[in-house]
């Protein structure tokens, strides 16, 4: 089983909508993150976990909000959608013994 | 300036060849980096780590650092087609809190 999950892999949905996207891990790494990437831009930090009490905002957190329900859950949230949303989102996880951060496998998500 | 610099590419090699891909930051104090190879509509999978000046070397991967030039590399011996893809170098940047930072990759293509 994947160390680390992200739910759903593609999501199609209109401008406007609310949706939320979810990230769990069984690595037992207490800091989390979430990313976008778009073509030509690389991968551009939204928010970050250090702890369930600790978020913090990314270069690019506008538009968007996040919650760590749990060590091993953190999600994203777009709460109007808009088509230059459209990206693949990746979550990632490290632990406090390690700089490596890892990676789950993306979610596409388009706005129309 | 973008903090952590790669040419986009695409880099053309010859099955079997050496293949150098080469990074540079801009912060002087950074400590850690890392490099990442992504296949089309992936995420990021760790290659290799490197902290310290000099060579390290894992199988057909040697990670190279110059903290005085700010310079980062990875050669890739005996490239093989399945080494077709884009490759990410990230960075631990000083006053970055603990946040990767990303160049936008290098893409590979190793040819037959």
């Known amino acids: 089983d994947a160390d680390v999950t992200q739910t759903p892999r593609n999501r199609i949905t209109k401008t406007g909508k609310r949706i939320m996207l979810e990230c769990s891990q069984t690595?037992?790494?207490?800091?989390m993150y979430w990313y976008r990437q778009d073509p030509g831009l690389g991968l551009r930090l939204i928010y970050y976990?250090?702890?369930?009490?600790?978020?913090n905002k990314g270069e690019i957190s506008d538009g968007y909000s996040v919650s760590r329900q749990a060590q091993a859950k953190f999600s994203l949230s777009l709460e109007s959608a808009i088509p230059n949303q459209t990206a693949l989102y990746f979550c990632?996880?490290?632990?406090?013994?390690?700089?490596?951060?890892?990676f789950g496998p993306g979610t596409r998500l388009t706005v129309l | 300036q973008k903090e952590v610099e790669q040419n986009s590419g695409p880099l053309s090699v010859p099955e079997g060849a050496i293949a150098s891909l080469n990074c540079t930051y801009s912060?002087?104090?950074?400590?850690?980096f890392f490099w990442y190879r992504q296949y089309s509509g992936k995420s990021p999978e760790l290659i290799m780590f490197?902290?310290?000046?000099g060579d390290k070397e894992d199988g057909r991967f040697t990670a190279q650092l110059n903290k005085a030039s700010q310079y980062v590399s990875l050669l890739i011996r005996d490239s093989q087609p399945s080494d077709s893809a884009t490759y990410l170098c990230?960075?631990?940047?000083?006053?970055?809190?603990?946040?990767?930072?990303f160049g936008t990759g290098t893409q590979l293509k190793v040819e037959l």
């Open positions: 990230a960075g631990y940047l000083t006053g970055g809190g603990n946040k990767l930072t």
């Open positions: 690595k037992g790494h207490d800091r």
């Open positions: 976990s250090f702890d369930v009490k600790d978020i």
């Open positions: 490197i902290y310290s000046n």
């Open positions: 912060d002087r104090g950074s400590q850690s």
């Open positions: 990632a996880t490290r632990g406090y013994k390690t700089d490596t951060q890892y």
